[in-house]
């Protein structure tokens, strides 16, 4: 069975800066991706960021240039480090992962790697509050 725990969320004032980790365990498939979610109360949970077992990372466009995506394989641990925060960043953030998952199947298929029903296993979130 796979678990993520997510950590890291706090208050930040804007232009501030955070470094997510979900801890991931059990994730054994030769083929995976794992990915950042977050959602605001009364909207739809939103595709942040996406990496598969290669590397190969996709971001929504509302966080290119601010927001890394990285992976620890020997730690098995997931990392979203946040720059330059703004105000419309708060909301939990939420691990999920998916497998079997690549990112070139994705591409050649056309398709959003960043959809939520994609994906298995989700953490339970962490918030990020991001004062201007």
């Known amino acids: 069975q796979v678990q993520l725990q997510e950590s890291g969320g706090g208050s930040v004032q804007a232009g501030g800066s955070l470094r997510l980790s979900c801890a991931a365990s059990g994730l054994t498939a030769s083929s995976y991706c794992m990915a950042w979610f977050r959602q605001v109360p009364g909207k739809e949970r939103e595709g942040v960021a996406v990496?598969?077992?290669?590397?190969?990372?996709s971001y929504a466009d509302s966080v290119k240039g601010r927001f890394t995506i990285s992976q620890d394989n020997a730690k098995n641990t997931l990392y979203l480090q946040m720059n330059s925060l703004k105000s419309e960043d708060t909301a939990m953030y939420y691990c999920?992962?998916?497998?079997?998952?690549?990112?070139?199947?994705?591409?050649?298929?056309?398709?959003?790697?960043?959809?939520?029903?994609?994906?298995?296993?989700w953490g339970q979130g962490t918030q990020v509050t991001v004062s201007s």
């Open positions: 990496i598969d077992r290669d590397d190969k990372k």
């Open positions: 999920a992962a998916d497998w079997p998952c690549d990112m070139t199947s994705f591409r050649a298929l056309g398709m959003n790697p960043l959809r939520q029903s994609e994906y298995i296993s």
